[in-house]
């Protein structure tokens, strides 16, 4: 059956909306909650910025070789369990905060919290792509604003809580409520139903090659040279992504001085531009695949820079605004490149390797920005120095065209009789 835009959103509306709530209570909660933890933990317990910092390398650490098992999982065996897993560790990882009281329960903690997060996110990233061709990246966005509205929610919720002398590891443990009570009931319930979607989700990969192993399917994508330009360009903005989103509360406290309950509200309001953003992204990625990648991953080192004249809240509302800009185009591009440029074979293993890239830059860009602070005093070096990484990005990726994407002007002329998948190697 031919399938227009409209009709494959229409279709699958249901899973778009449980998907989404999954995403920010298993990842924007907890994500954008450690922001507001660094500072309490580091005067409760006297730990260094970077050693508050290493929480997020843990758990993504963690996260990386769980992106990698819940592709292969995927491929072999559907998402019915692995998002199932998701759901659970991210709320029994934010109980165990009650007794992190020392650094060693602080980062296992984060290690669930990343097992939870990937499992949940690479999921979701395969099954959208799984459930849409024409609408990838528009879906991917939707789905995956759920990270950013964890952005908008949390600063309401930390900022009083904090404000009225609650201890952030309590706070932390009260979070657990929505994985337990929201997100896996609600998947429970989903996936307890019968029909096309739920057949796709528990399926294993129709493009999948019988024997092939996850190393195998590594040493044939990795034989691509374009595999490693879009390999390093991804580790390179999602180190720099991460590690402004991990450290730009304490730079507008420390740096610039400014009191939390003075910009908390403003952090809040133009979130609702990630959320956008996300969703405008993937729109974009759909009409103009890896130039419109380009353009935010571009976006990303103006908005760093952005971030040095900050004095008060003019100066940080024009920050803020860029930042989540371009911070929406971030994510949402990895499994867009993923499908354009490598094609739909394997798809869960290929998402689940180039995961890994955006993990391991989540693990290493946050702590490695801490050092500097410690090193330096400040922020400044620092954002000089990402600011430059997310522009060598964007360069890594000028060699590369989508080869398994089908531009809008021709998709148009072959609605009108014929199956439009998206998929066309380019040239076809």
Known sequence: M????????????????????????????????????????MEEFGWTN??????STAKFLVGAVAALGMGIMIDKV???????????????????????TNLPVYYLAGGLLGLSASSIVAAMKVIVSRLFDINQGLAIGIVLGGTSAGQLVMPV??????????????????????????????????????????DTINASSAKHKDGLTMWGHFKEVCQEKGFWYLAIAIFLVSAVDQALMQ??????????????????WLISLVTVLAIASKIGSGWIYDKYSIPGIRFFYFLLGVSVILALPVTGLATMAIFLTVRN?????????APVITKHYLGPRNLG??????SVCVNLGFAAGPPFLGYLYDLNGNY?????????????????LLPLKPRYWTPPSKRESQEDGENVSGLQPSGA
């Open 247 to 264: 450290n730009y509360v304490t730079f507008l406290r420390n740096d610039r001085g400014l009191n939390h309950r003075d910009f908390y």
């Open 78 to 100: 559907g998402g019915k369990f692995s998002v199932l897993l998701g759901a659970l560790s991210g709320g029994f990882a934010m109980l165990l905060f009650l007794v992190a």
């Open 349 to 354: 293993m290929t998402i689940g390797i180039v």
């Open 157 to 198: 919720v930390w900022s009083p809580l904090l404000d009225s002398g609650m201890n952030w590891r309590e706070i932390f443990a009260w979070l657990s409520l929505g994985s337990f009570l929201i997100s896996t009931p609600l998947w429970i319930i989903f996936m307890s139903r019968t029909g096309s979607v739920q």
């Open 325 to 333: 800009i371009a911070h929406g185009g971030m994510i949402v591009e």
């Open 380 to 396: 400044t070096m620092g954002f000089v120095i990402y600011s430059g990484i997310a522009f060598l990005a964007c360069a890594l």
């Open 2 to 41: 031919t399938l227009t835009t409209k009709q494959e959103l229409k279709n699958n509306w249901v899973v778009l909306a449980i998907a989404f709530a999954l995403v920010f209570f298993s990842f924007g909660v907890p994500n954008f909650s450690l922001p507001w933890i660094y500072q309490p933990a």
């Open 50 to 55: 970077a050693q508050a910092n290493l929480l």
